[in-house]
């Protein structure tokens, strides 16, 4: 089983940046892609953004060019830096393997103003 631990999150301007972090805990983390999803309010959660083993990367449309993930698998961590942040990007942002396969985490919030 793995839990995970969702930090980083906060309240910023629009246009700033934050970066979360995500630590696992569990023998599984290294051998899975995982992903950051968020849900915003009154929206459906989504995945926007994955990264293989091998480290390949893929985003959602909506913050292409704006957000990093990366991952630290000798430290079961992955982070997602967060540039050029607009209001919409307001959510809980979680963080699980792309299909969300293990227990959800709390999350952290992220609350963009404008």
């Known amino acids: 089983q793995v839990q995970l631990v969702e930090s980083g999150g906060g309240l910023v301007q629009a246009g700033g940046s934050l970066r979360l972090s995500c630590a696992a805990a569990?023998?599984?983390?290294?051998?899975?892609?995982m992903g950051w999803h968020r849900q915003g309010p009154g929206k459906q959660r989504e995945l926007v953004a994955q990264?293989?083993?091998?480290?390949?990367?893929n985003y959602a449309d909506s913050v292409k060019g704006r957000f990093t993930i990366s991952r630290d698998s000798a430290k079961n961590t992955v982070s997602l830096q967060m540039n050029s942040l607009k209001p919409e990007d307001t959510a809980v942002y979680y963080c699980?393997?792309?299909?969300?396969?293990?227990?959800w985490g709390q999350g952290t919030q992220v609350t963009v103003s404008s």
């Open positions: 699980n393997t792309p299909s969300g396969a293990w227990p």
């Open positions: 569990g023998n599984m983390f290294r051998y899975n892609r």
């Open positions: 990264i293989t083993t091998a480290g390949r990367t």
